[in-house]
DNA sequence: GTGGTCTAGACCACA
DNA sequence: GTGGTCTAGACCACA
C-alpha cells in the first residue's frame, strides 16, 4: 500500500480505510469483511496490524467475528451512521485546519466553500 | 520523497509543493529557491525532474533563473496572490468533491463546515 | 543529425526544423508530425529532446498530442500563418545582420536585394 | 571544424570562409595568412584540403606565396573589392533563393527586407 | 557552484 | 505502438 506514509500509526489507517468503505457503501450493513491475509497482502501491511485494525472495529460494534466464518459488518445502521459522522466530521476538520494554515478566516473559508458550490451548480 | 505516491505526476507534484511553500509565506517575493540539486536530494528525486517543475514556475512568471546565481520568487506581489488563490480553490475543489462522493448535499456540505468553525471559534 | 552543430541547442534547433516544414508546406493543418521515435532517429538525436521541441510547439498551439494516437498540426491557419512569418521574419533578420557585420549600409542591402532580385527577374 | 557539414565541398568551404575573413577585415591587405598546418588544426581538416583552398586563392591573385616567407594577402584593393562583392552577392542570392521557397514573390522580399530595416532604424 | 541541455534507457497509461 | 514521465549521469556556459 504505497500510499501508507502518514505520521498516523498503520494500524489507524487501515482503520480510517475501512471506514471510508463504510462510508462509501463498499461494506453494507451484514457484509463480509476480507480475510486478515487478503486484506494485508492487498493493503501491503503485517497481517497482525490488520488484525489490530479490526479489533477496533469489533470494540465498537461495527464489526462482529464468526469462529470458523469470518467477519461482518453491523446491521445496526446507527452504529453505520456514526461512522459516516465520524469520518465526514474528520475531513471536515482537516480540511479548515489547513485553510486556517493557509491564513484564512473562518468568514473566508465557508465563503470559498459556499462560492465553490454556487459556481459549480449544476455539475 | 516519500510521501509521492500519488498518481499525479513527480514534477506536477513539485510544482505543487513549491506552490504551498508560497502560501505558506515559506517562499517570499524576491527569496532564493534552493538551487536544483538541493531540492532534488531533499525531495530523492531525479534533478531534471526538479528542473521540468522549475520552469513551469518560470513560464508562469512566478521563478526566474539566473545562470550562474540560481533561482528567484519574482517580487511580483500580483502574481503570488493568483498562486495563493490557485492553490486554495484547487484544496476546496478536492475537498468539495470528495464530500460529494460521500453523498453529502451541497447544502450539507457548506453547513458542515460552518457548523465545524461554529463549535470551534475561539481556538 | 549531422548538421545540427550550431550554436542554438538542439531541441531548439528541432523546432525551427519543424517550422521550417509547416512553412514549406510539408506539415499541414491536420497532419500527423511523425512519432517521437521516429524523429528522435531521424535526426539522430535523443527522444527527449524531440519531445521537449515538441511540447513547445505545444505550448504554443501548433501541435496538439493524442496519447496513444499520434500529435497533429492545429487545423488553426491562423495559427500557422503567424509561424509562418516569424520563420521568415527570423530570416530577415539573419540576413540583414549579416549584411551589417559586412559594413552594408542598411540602404546599401535593400539595394543589393533589389539589384538581385531586378537581374535574375524572369528565373 | 564541426560545422564543415554543407554539400560543398569541404575545400571551397574553406575558400569561402578565407573570402569572409577577408570581407571581415580580419584578413587586410598585406596580411600573412596562417600556415597551413596550423589552418588545417584549427579547422580540423585535411592539409591537402586548406592547401587546394590557398591555391584557389592564388590563382585568383588574392593570395601570394613566398617561399620560405609564407602566404601572404594581396595588396591590390580592387581585388579585394571584387572578394567582398562576390561574398554579399552569394548572401544575397542564397536569402533570396529560400524566400523563393518559401513562395514570397520578389516584390513580398524587398518589402520583407524593406519593412525589418525600417523597424530597427536606430538600432 | 548554478542553471541548462542532452543522452541512454526504462516504465507507464491509453488505444 | 504512441505520447508522457522519470532516473542516472554527463557536459556546457556563466559567474
Known amino acids: 500500500m504505497e500510499s501508507f506514509d ?3 500509526p ?3 489507517q487501515v482503520v480510517d480505510l475501512l471506514f471510508t468503505w463504510i462510508v462509501l457503501g463498499q461494506l453494507s450493513p451484514g457484509d463480509q469483511i476480507p480475510t486478515v491475509r487478503k486484506l494485508a ?3 501491503g501491511v503485517n497481517p497482525n496490524t490488520v488484525q489490530k485494525a479490526l479489533q477496533t472495529l469489533e470494540e ?3 464489526a462482529t467475528a464468526v469462529v470458523g466464518r469470518g467477519r461482518f ?5 446507527n452504529l453505520l451512521i456514526e461512522v459516516r459522522d465520524e469520518v465526514i ?3 471536515v476538520a482537516k480540511f479548515v485546519e489547513k485553510m486556517k494554515i493557509y491564513s484564512l478566516s473562518e468568514a473566508e473559508i465557508t465563503q470559498r466553500v459556499h462560492q465553490y458550490i454556487k459556481e459549480r451548480m449544476g455539475d
Do not use: C
Not at 73 to 77: S, V
Open 10 to 12: 498503520v494500524y489507524l
Open 73 to 77: 459488518i453491523t446491521e445496526d445502521g
Open 89 to 91: 466530521t474528520k475531513q
Open 41 to 43: 497482502a492487498d493493503l
Open 6 to 8: 502518514g505520521k498516523l
Open 60 to 62: 465498537r460494534g461495527i
